[in-house]
Antibody
């Protein structure tokens, strides 16, 4: 069974960079896409980025200029950096696996089938 | 960008009830629609993908329907563990927009 374990600083100062890592165990990292999703307190889910170990990176257009994601640069892990954080970036950050299934129309359904437990990030000086 | 709108934003129900949650897409998304369940303090859990396919060992009291722009998640015989927030998500390549969620409360 695939297990995702996120890690992060918990507290970040405004204007600094938030760095998150997700460790993957129980399955291969090079056969799937991996994603970051966040959830501000009391609010809904927001996809931040996803990528494949040898593929292009998708970034949420509204955050693209501040995001960097990588996969596999340090073993079975993927990471996310968010620069110039503000109070609006305070959230629970989830890492997830993006999987796919063949659709009857010849395309693929894409969904997040495995999620890490989430790591809470507070932005405060 | 395709927008996903859920209704209602919350609903009250009792154990044993049948409930339905609607998700509308701003454009035709065929059946590229996923449903997730999130309990308080937990990560989301995939329930349904491709609008109708139950994931893994999700109980059969959960069902999904719809195509194009209108989709429904139905929970039959609501159980105590089903009280949670449910999110729809557009799930096609490069599109993963979530709805704003529907909270099912007792």
């Amino acid at each position: 069974q695939v297990y995702l374990q996120p890690s992060g600083p918990g507290l970040v100062k405004p204007s600094e960079t938030l760095s998150l890592t997700c460790s993957v165990s129980g399955g291969p990292i090079d056969l799937y896409y991996w994603a970051w999703v966040r959830q501000p307190p009391g609010k809904g889910l927001e996809l931040l980025a996803y990528t494949y170990i040898r593929g292009n990176i998708y970034y949420n257009p509204s955050l693209k200029s501040r995001l960097t994601m990588s996969v596999g640069s340090s073993g079975a892990q993927f990471s996310l950096s968010l620069r110039s954080v503000t109070a609006a970036d305070a959230a629970v950050y989830y890492c997830a696996r993006r999987a796919s299934s063949y659709s009857p129309t010849g395309s693929y359904f894409y969904y997040m089938d495995v999620w890490g437990m989430g790591t809470a990030v507070t932005v405060s000086s | 960008d395709i927008q996903m709108t859920q209704s209602p934003s919350s609903l009250s129900a009792s154990v044993g009830d049948r409930v339905a949650i609607t998700c509308r897409a701003s454009q035709n998304i065929d059946t590229y629609l996923n449903w997730y369940q999130q309990k308080a303090g937990e990560a989301p859990k995939l329930l349904i993908y491709g609008a109708t396919t139950l994931h893994g060992d999700v109980p059969s009291r959960f069902s999904g329907s719809g195509s194009g722009t209108e989709f429904t998640l139905t929970i039959s015989n609501l159980q105590p563990e089903d009280f949670a927030t449910y999110y729809c998500q557009h799930g096609s390549d490069d599109h993963f927009t979530f709805g704003h969620g529907t909270k099912v409360v007792i």
